[in-house]
Nanobody, 115 residues
Framework: QVQLVESGGGLVQPGGSLRLSCAAS????????MSWYRQAPGKERELVAG????????NYADSVKGRFTISRDNAKNTVYLQMNSLKPEDTAVYYC????????WGQGTQVTVSS
């Protein structure tokens, strides 16, 4: 079955960096685009970044452009989200998403940006 397992979240000070990872299994990873979403308390889940199956095409939410970078390693079935210059408003649970035959989500990883 499709499984997505996120890791790499934590507590970081404003201006700091984190790298999130999402390990995928149960489907042919290299065939599918992948995305990162986030959900802050009291807010709707929002798209943060997406990457095409081959990794050549990416897209970002305006709020993270220039600070976050999505990438993937198809040999490792893993998608990453490098987050730099973190702000308190980046605090959220971050989820990995794959649109295979249905929409699949990981369990999420908490990112807290606070001094």
């Amino acid at each position: 079955q499709v499984q997505l397992v996120e890791s790499g979240g934590g507590l970081v000070q404003p201006g700091g960096s984190l790298r999130l990872s999402c390990a995928a299994s149960g489907f042919t990873f290299r065939y599918y685009a992948m995305s990162w979403y986030r959900q802050a308390p009291g807010k709707e889940r929002e798209l943060v970044a997406g990457i095409s199956s081959g990794g050549r095409s990416t897209n970002y939410a305006d709020s993270v452009k220039g600070r976050f970078t999505i990438s993937r390693d198809n040999a490792k079935n893993t998608v990453y989200l490098q987050m730099n210059s973190l702000k308190p408003e980046d605090t959220a649970v971050y989820y990995c998403n794959a649109e295979v035959y249905s929409s699949f989500w990981g369990q999420g990883t908490q990112v807290t940006v606070s001094s």
